[in-house]
């Protein structure tokens, strides 16, 4: 990563525990980019340690998602029936 100017790190890092570790090394002046669907979920706490895009998705309609999801559906269901990707950066 040190001579990286663009990082991406996904979600998984924040559900294994290692984000916090990686977000230490990233060089500086290096944007960083949290994709993923758990990556939104906290938009303003990795604002504050530097990070400059997070990347998730927002359901908009709850009662369909869950209606999929109860019936198997996986994320590519969602996707143009109740949920929408969206990507965030500070104000």
Do not use: E, W
């Amino acid at each position: 990563m040190r001579a990286s100017d663009v990082i991406i790190i996904t979600g998984a890092a924040i559900t294994n525990d290692t984000v916090d570790g990686l977000l230490r090394h990233i060089p500086a002046g290096a944007r960083t980019a949290i994709v993923g669907p758990t990556g939104s979920f906290l938009p303003d706490a990795f604002f504050k340690k530097g990070v400059s895009m997070v990347s998730g998705a927002q359901i908009y309609n709850a009662d369909k998602a869950l209606d999929l999801l109860s019936q198997g559906g996986r994320a590519h269901h969602l996707y143009g029936t109740c949920a929408r990707k969206i990507n965030l950066s500070p104000l």
